[in-house]
């Protein structure tokens, strides 16, 4: 069965501290996988994606997130976290074409000053 | 990057009105658009997938007599939820991929849909 697993439903972070949101998927074939931010009442923002290549990706806003085919993980990092980072975090994949996402249940993170 | 839009932003309605989403990619040609649910707190779920000139492909359990969606062309799909209630209330996402144009899907803002 395909599936996204984020298995922390929220976080609470003070500014500056290190941010590691977890996510671990289960897909048939070559995942591509993306983070998207959703800030409330808000669409999604595209945060970063892996294809293929590095397993290291940089993304906006300073976050990057490692591909570990191994553990099939794919957790988001930021050394910083900056209080307008508050938001709720999803992890995805899907297939090569764009087609359909499927989405984990989401990571709320809260960011205290 | 390219742009997508959703009209309206936030729509309420009376029980058993029917409602229209629009979504539309400005600066690209959207060969296909996903129209997404998420219910309050939680991930998004694929309501269905639209090809510009063909009829949607709907996901196991989506009604799809209930939630029209048509792809009349390459800038715009909409989404029409007949004969809404209360249930169906909820934030509606499209998101839109042109081929040519980029490698993954680009998500409108939403719609929050509220019935009485």
Known sequence: ?113 | GAVVSQHPSRVICKSGTSVKIECRSLDFQATTMFWYRQFPKQSLMLMATSNEGSKATYEQGVEKDKFLINHASLTLSTLTVTSAHPEDSSFYICSAWGQGVSDTQYFGPGTRLTVL
């Open chain 1, 1 to 113: 069965a395909q599936s996204v697993t984020q298995p922390d439903i929220h976080i609470t972070v003070s500014e500056g501290a290190s941010l590691e949101l977890r996510c671990n998927y289960s897909y048939g074939a070559t995942p591509y996988l993306f983070w998207y931010v959703q800030s409330p009442g808000q669409g999604l923002q595209l945060l970063l994606k892996y294809f293929s290549g590095d397993t290291l990706v940089q993304g906006i806003k300073g976050f990057e997130a490692e591909f570990k085919r191994s553990q099939s993980s794919f957790n988001l990092r930021k050394p910083s976290v900056h209080w307008s980072d508050a938001a709720e975090y999803f992890c995805a994949v899907g297939p090569p074409i764009p087609d359909k996402l499927i989405f984990g249940t989401g990571t709320r993170l809260q960011v205290f000053p």
